[in-house]
């Protein structure tokens, strides 16, 4: 009984596992991509923001100097092809004059 138990539960994740269909590079790209389209922003300083991508969802942290630096960032992860959602913890810090 116990090798049939073994061979349904394999079965089972064998299935699961079928269904998912991501790409294990596509993360990769869209990370590679979102950090290169921050970087090509000259008139925004988006260079020092941490990116990450799970699953198609891109996560932005870091510090902005101002909320347009913040939604410039978010809008350029989210133009990226392939880009589900866009989960931002930018927080909004101005330079100390």
Not at 33 to 43: G, I, P
Request: aromatic share 4%; glycine share 6%; charged share 30%.
């Amino acid at each position: 009984m116990g090798r049939r138990r073994l061979v349904v539960v394999l079965f089972g994740i064998v299935v699961i596992s079928g269904c998912a269909t991501v790409d294990p590079w596509a993360d990769t790209r869209i990370e590679s991509e979102v950090k290169a389209r921050l970087v090509a922003e000259h008139d925004a300083n988006l260079t020092r923001l941490g990116v990450v991508s799970r699953e198609a969802i891109v996560y932005l942290s870091g510090t902005v100097e101002s909320a347009e630096q913040k939604a410039k960032a978010e809008t350029v992860a989210k133009t990226v092809p392939g880009v589900k959602r866009v989960v931002s913890t930018l927080e909004v810090r101005s330079r100390p004059e």
